[in-house]
């Protein structure tokens, strides 16, 4: 927890009145860029209008449009306002302050990893507004202190909690105060002495007797025991994360062993003018059995990473982070054909269809888009469809064999025809495994209509 008393630097969005928001999706790639500390949104204890995207929208429609023009009549609101007035201002706040409160507390559930089941069921029948905080925020606590927080959990907590009606609060005094907030930023910006920013979120409870700086706006925020234990279990929950990314870091060089293994296998059925797709696809000898148990267990380990982001179990920059991405993609392409061998050898597309529509498992899925979002980063843009080709080649062959089959099919495909001898040209990894005289491509290949052949880009290749 430090204390400061300028403004977070790197920060080129600031916002007052009415903070931006976003879904989870455009939350989690902001702080998977680690770009939270460039946003940051100012809020005051019981300003009602940063919250108010928290509620579903058909909850608020009807009075919104009202609200909206009350905001702007400084007079009204400042003066004695009407009977109905009062009532809507109100009925708003606790329409308002309900809906957050269930938000907060689903979100909570899900990092405290409630096990009732009532939750699932619960999903199905309530409407959650879609919008979540991101970036980070800067609690103005209305004596001159901010506590800045950029964990998106513990601002929703915050967001939910100082909104809060203290003991012995009449309803229609905090939801005026909640308006009359909203137009007092300017001189609570310029009365600001002190930023703290908040960390180590799971001592937030634990340090509640020790009079820290965090401590203080704290209460200042009027933030109850159950809010600092929802801290703490925020606090909790990014400390496990960090402890699952140590696990899987361990697994780095294990997982750096298994795909060397896998390149010497490659290695070793080239010196013997087979490709190793076609090797692995024969099942012939016991170094094809041995790869496979390798495939095997490969695929256990990224099925965990897999599973663990699913569950929002790893940080939010873990599938940004270079080093895994470039495993990632090495483990992609270099273990996905012998996936999709497994897959025609065992004549799984006669049941299931083909490998890329209904056999293609998501952990490659996953990696294949940090690798193009990493590529764009470096403005490296690349098609989709030639980065699945990189690892997803002999798919294409394997159903290209079945549809040319009969001749007349040719024209049909002749664009991915195109596509697959570009792609055999162009990547020099690929060309020592495909044109291989017995690979199942040269093979498949050899059918194609003559005038197409003697036309191809690959024709000298293939003399």
């Known amino acids: 927890m430090v204390a400061r008393t300028t403004l977070p630097e790197h920060t080129f969005l600031r916002d007052f009145w009415f903070t931006l928001v976003g879904d989870s999706i455009f939350g989690h790639a902001i702080r998977r860029e680690n770009w939270s500390r460039c946003f940051l949104h100012f809020v005051t204890k019981h300003d009602l209008v940063p919250r108010v995207l928290l509620a579903p929208l058909p909850s608020i429609k009807e009075n919104f449009h009202t609200m909206l023009h009350l905001l ?4 009204t609101i400042m003066g004695y306002p009407s009977i109905e007035i009062t009532q809507l201002v109100s009925s708003f706040y606790i329409t308002v302050l309900r809906n957050t409160s269930s938000v907060a507390s689903h979100d909570a559930c899900l990092y405290m990893e409630c096990t009732n089941m009532l939750l699932e069921a619960l999903n199905a029948f309530i409407k959650f507004s879609p919008f979540r905080p991101f970036g ?11 506590l800045s927080v950029k964990n998106a959990n513990a ?31 300017e001189s609570e910006v310029q009365a600001i002495l002190e930023f703290i920013h908040l960390d180590h979120l799971e001592d937030v409870y634990g340090n509640r007797r020790e009079m820290t700086s965090a401590s203080m706006v704290l209460d200042d ?17 990014e400390k496990k994360k960090q ?40 099942q012939k000898n016991e170094v094809d059995f041995k790869a496979n148990i390798k495939r095997a267990e490969l695929a256990g380990h990224w099925d965990e990473i897999k599973e663990m982001l699913r569950r929002n179990e790893l940080p939010e920059d873990f599938e940004a982070r270079p ?33 890329m529509i209904k056999g293609r498992p998501q952990r490659y899925k996953y990696m294949q888009k940090w690798f193009e979002h990493s590529q764009r980063k470096k403005q490296q843009i690349q098609d989709p ?8 080649f002999w798919a294409f062959v394997e159903e290209l064999c ?11 495909v002749r664009e991915i025809v195109l596509e697959l001898e570009n792609e055999a040209v162009m990547n020099s990894e690929f060309c020592r495994d495909v044109l291989l005289k017995d690979s199942t491509f040269v093979k498949w290949w050899n059918t194609l209509p003559e005038q197409h052949r003697l036309s191809s880009c690959i024709a000298p290749l293939m003399k």
């Not at 990632?328 to 897959?343: F, K, Q």
Request: hydrophobic share 35%; proline share 1%; with cysteine.
């Open 72 to 75: 702007f009549q400084r007079a």
């Open 136 to 146: 980070s925020y800067a609690f103005l606590a209305g004596n001159g202190r901010v």
């Open 155 to 185: 601002i929703l907590q915050l967001l939910f909690y100082s909104l809060q009606l203290s003991s012995g609060e009449e309803v229609s005094n905090v939801a005026f105060k909640s308006v009359v907030e909203h137009m007092s930023y």
């Open 221 to 237: 925020l009027g933030l109850s025991t159950e809010a600092r234990l929802r801290l703490s279990a925020v606090g909790e929950w």
């Open 243 to 282: 402890n699952n990314q140590s696990k899987i870091d361990g697994d780095y060089k294990n997982i750096e062993e298994m795909l060397n293994y896998l390149k010497k296998y490659r290695e070793a059925c080239r010196m013997h003018e087979v490709g190793y797709y076609d090797a692995f696809k024969l």
């Open 323 to 355: 080093n895994w991405v470039n495993l990632g993609n090495t483990y992609r392409c270099l273990v996905e054909p012998l996936d999709i061998a497994n897959y025609y050898n065992r004549a799984k597309n006669d049941d299931s269809g083909p490998y």
């Open 385 to 392: 469809r030639r980065s699945s080709l990189q690892s997803c």
């Open 402 to 412: 079945i549809k040319t089959s009969e001749s007349n099919h040719f024209e049909e």
